[in-house]
């Protein structure tokens, strides 16, 4: 995962937590992937003029709901059942770290949320990688490796916009300080069944 810059990897102990209650990971995983198209939806709106990010975003949200619509499917099969929406609060943390509205106008705005968002992919897909390479169940082994390519995939097209757009902002060194926060912030997970528990 030395692409994804992460300083602090995922404890593997935490699939065997996760392992305790399969249908919690799950509808928190669900409801993940919602958010994420969801978060995809409201970028595309703030930043409308930038067809290529729309167009590239567009797919990601749609990507997103499609994921969302296979872990929903693997609750079905299993009978088990999708519950309430969770609070993220790894990603609640991160939200507000994220400069709102700065000296940088829509630019700086653009970008934060950007990063922000490839922090997020960054951080899931280690997470998938971890639940693929250690839990017991198969099916969710295999699941877990798909998706793990995938959020790389999410996590590259943030970064690349986030440079392409980031006109007259040190683009490398708000990511090296994202990288920094997140270590500081995700140190205090890792004990719950959820895919940033």
Known sequence: ??????????DPR???????????I???HAWCEQK????????????????DLVKDLLALAKEEIE????????????????GRERKDEYVNELYLYMKKNGNGG???????????SAMIEARSCERFKILSENIQDEE???????????????????????RKYGTGIDVEKRWREWIEFEASVIANYGKAETIHG
């Open 1 to 10: 995962m030395s692409v994804l810059r992460l300083k602090l990897p995922t």
């Open 14 to 24: 935490w699939v065997n937590i996760v392992e305790k209650n399969i249908e919690e």
């Open 26 to 28: 799950l509808t928190d």
């Open 36 to 51: 994420a198209a969801t978060n995809a939806i409201t970028i595309i709106t703030n930043n409308s003029e930038h067809q």
């Open 67 to 82: 994921h969302f619509e296979m872990v929903h499917n693997i609750i079905i099969k299993r009978g088990l059942k999708l």
């Open 106 to 116: 829509r630019v700086s705005s653009l970008v934060e949320r950007l990063l922000f």
């Open 140 to 162: 969710l082994a295999v699941f877990y490796r798909d998706l793990m390519e995938s959020e790389a995939g999410h996590y590259t097209t943030f970064i690349t916009y986030a």
